[in-house]
């Protein structure tokens, strides 16, 4: 079977269990022996990110030292300029010849997919794995009718038959930078070693 490269990509300003439960739970779904969990530099979708690169990269390297399911990796970050996803996976394509490209994305991500710089490129390019808690089908609904407007059928029947279901993990990087600002405990929201780092580095406060 050739090779296959599944990304998982996001801010990570910080990675939390939101994360880490969700990747965990698409790759046993889909019998993954590894995701990439790969930093963007400079969202194109979003303002700047709170943490510097190096900062978020090591707390990602923190939150999945033990975990040989993830590995991590800091090629967006290297590139200069926004992360654009289709750059990352020509990048990956020239270096990996052959190895099929899987991109998973959390549900609020395919709402804005549409948005993405080269996004029929993009759904071309890997194939997408769309996480998204239950109830989904009628909240999705609304988004395939929409993708509908811009894709082919066949790539939006792909896009359907490509949801996990997964389990509803109710964190977000927002809260936990917030509750830091507010000098409020940031315990159980992320792996313990990244909510050290955090606190002895000070960072987000
Ligand atoms: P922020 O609060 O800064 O917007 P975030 O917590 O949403 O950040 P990102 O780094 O933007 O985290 O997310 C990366 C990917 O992880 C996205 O595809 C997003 O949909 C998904 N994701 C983030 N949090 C969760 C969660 N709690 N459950 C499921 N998926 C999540």
């Not at 439960?21 to 990439?36: H, N």
Request: hydrophobic fraction near 40%.
């Amino acid at each position: 079977m050739s090779e296959r490269i599944v990304i998982f990509g996001g801010t990570f300003d910080p990675v939390h269990h939101g994360h880490l439960i969700v990747a965990r739970a698409v790759a046993e779904a889909k019998g993954f022996p590894r995701i990439t969990l790969m930093p963007a530099a400079s969202p194109p979708h979003k303002p700047a990110a709170g943490a510097s690169g190096p900062d978020r990269m090591e707390m990602l390297r923190l939150a999945t030292a033990d975990e040989p399911v993830f590995e991590v990796s800091d090629i967006e970050l290297r590139r200069p300029g926004p992360s654009y996803t289709i750059d990352t996976l020509e990048q990956l394509g020239r270096e990996r010849p052959g190895a099929r490209q899987h991109l998973l994305i959390g549900a609020d991500m395919l709402e804005d997919l549409l948005n993405w710089h080269r996004a029929g490129d993009v759904v071309s390019a890997a194939e997408i794995i769309v996480a998204a808690r239950r109830p989904w089908q009628q909240r999705l609904d609304e988004v395939f009718r929409r993708l509908a407007e811009h894709f082919d059928d066949e790539t939006v029947n792909r896009l359907r038959g490509s949801v996990v279901e997964t389990p509803r993990v109710d964190i977000s990087s927002t809260d936990i930078r917030r509750r830091v600002a507010e000098g409020l405990s940031i315990r159980y929201l992320a792996p313990e070693a990244v909510t050290q780092y955090i606190c002895e580095r000070g960072v987000y406060s």
